[in-house]
């Protein structure tokens, strides 16, 4: 690799690109119906636990290796140890799994801004119906995630991230300001939705079980874009004055805060709305296209709020689809030297391949389930539930045992005093390991079938 490395100009400049990638359809979509679906307040206590120990920790140690090596994750683990380059290629097919189908749901996204630009939001305000008419069509949904496809591969090939990210700087804390007062306003004016604030802020301990813990770990990952090897990259561009932990624990507030609120604005609605029924709590994917529709009815200007809210839901999802397919292609580009319009052309292939499928899994091909998912939802869980902790749990492995953690340390060392050492120490070496291969065995052995919890 080349010793000009281009570099982030300064602090906010990567923890803003960093974010970039890591707010995203993960935030809005998935994690409020994840937090619906598994408790509302025990989900929300088990994920932010995860995050100050768990996340924090796997955040630093990615961000050090890529900073330390100068190289992404393939190259990095080779250099640092040739055995365990197998870590790299493992982190590297997550994003080429996830990007297919987060362009399906992107595709679900500007299917709903333009309902609300073209001012029928009332039409899509029947919960779920509207939404499970339009997913079960053949044609029309594929076509709104080729054009989301489109988009993210006309922006990746023409090199005009910058000018998307210029934008979604402002679209951002737009975006926050937005949620916040969708959210109060609903909570205020929807009968019923107080209780579901509760819900969503008081942990009930009688609705734990493991797959909480499962659930919630494989959101972390998936919303700060870890175990994947793009904070790998991150930090190969990051400068040494730079403190490490204060960049992650910048990221991690700010993505974690967009999520909570995410969910404050969905899920007490859906209680609200469906009188705290658990089959509607749990209506997964769908969740948040079956019942945003219908606090925009109930609004005035229900309309226009509508519309400029899944402007922004649809700036937050292109963001992390474009740092979703630059790393894509850059994980072909170094292993096959194609040319980087071929790259392109070579994984938007591969994204209709699996894409296509999984828009079909919820109509066409409903009777089609892997492991009893539909293909959408297997293509989520392989990535979430079963790579990643594997990308993981091999990682705290090599930091704790081969490399040795104070080689990390050093690294955090260089931009500032490393505060959180004895956590770090702690956590990589006894905490997460273990919680990685109970979470691992307890996900795969229930969507087995061998045990239910
Ligand atoms: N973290 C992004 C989200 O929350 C998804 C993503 C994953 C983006 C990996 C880029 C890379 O939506």
Redesign the pocket.
């Known amino acids: 690799m080349s010793s000009e490395r281009s570099s982030f100009t300064g602090k906010i400049g990567f923890v803003l690109a960093a974010a970039g990638?890591?707010?995203?359809?993960?935030?809005i979509w998935?994690f409020p119906y994840l937090a619906a679906k598994y408790g509302g307040g025990i989900f929300l206590l088990v994920y932010i636990v995860l995050a100050i120990t768990f996340g924090f920790t796997l955040m630093i140690t990615e961000i050090a290796i890529g900073r330390k090596t100068k190289l992404s994750a393939i190259g990095a683990y080779r250099s640092l140890n040739k055995k365990f380059s197998f870590i790299g290629y493992l982190a590297a097919i997550v994003?080429i799994i996830?990007l297919p189908y987060?362009s399906v749901i992107g595709g679900w996204v500007i299917k709903y801004l333009a309902g609300f630009v073209s001012g029928r939001g009332d039409a899509m305000a029947s919960g779920m119906t509207y939404f499970g008419g339009f997913i079960g069509t053949t044609v029309e949904p594929i076509l709104w995630f080729l054009l989301f496809l489109g988009l993210t591969a006309v922006v990746v090939l023409l090199g005009v991230e910058k000018g998307v990210e210029k934008v979604s700087k402002i679209m951002m804390p737009a975006l926050i300001a937005l949620i916040l007062f969708i959210a109060i306003y609903a909570i205020v004016t929807i009968d019923g939705a107080w209780e579901g604030v509760k819900y969503y802020f008081m942990p009930d301990f009688s609705k734990f079980s493991i797959m909480t813990v499962v659930a919630a770990m494989g959101q972390l990952f998936?919303?700060?874009?870890l175990a994947?090897g793009?904070m790998i990259t991150y930090g190969s561009y990051m400068k040494k004055d730079i403190s490490i932990e204060k960049s992650a624990k910048q990221i991690e507030i700010f993505d974690t805060g967009i999520a909570i609120l995410a969910g404050l604005l969905i899920v007490p609605a859906v209680y609200a709305f469906s009188g705290g029924d658990e089959a509607a709590l749990g209506a997964g994917p769908g969740l948040m296209f079956g019942t945003l529709p219908q606090i925009f009815d109930v609004m005035p200007f229900g309309d226009v709020i509508g519309a400029v809210f899944f402007i922004m839901v649809f700036f937050a999802?292109i963001t992390?689809?474009i740092?979703?397919m630059e790393?894509v292609v850059s994980i072909i580009q170094d292993r096959f030297h194609t040319s980087r319009r071929m790259t392109c052309l070579i994984v938007i292939g591969i994204c209709l391949l699996l894409g296509i499928p999984s828009s079909l899994g919820f109509g066409l091909w409903s009777n089609f389930t892997i492991l009893g998912l539909s293909i959408l939802d297997f293509f989520d869980f392989i990535s979430n539930n079963v790579i990643m902790p594997l990308v993981a749990l091999a990682t705290c492995i090599f930091v704790a045992f081969v490399l040795k953690p104070k080689s990390i340390e050093d690294e955090l060392e260089i931009g500032g005093k490393a505060k959180k050492r004895y956590l770090f120490n702690i956590v990589v070496k006894f905490i997460a390991p273990i919680c990685l291969i109970v979470i691992l065995v307890s996900s795969v052995l229930n969507v087995f079938g061998v045990i239910s919890i």
């Not at 990638?21 to 935030?27: F, I, R």
């Open positions: 990638s890591a707010v995203g359809l993960g935030n998935r994003p996830i987060y998936y919303s700060m874009s994947m793009i999802a992390s689809s740092s979703l790393t």
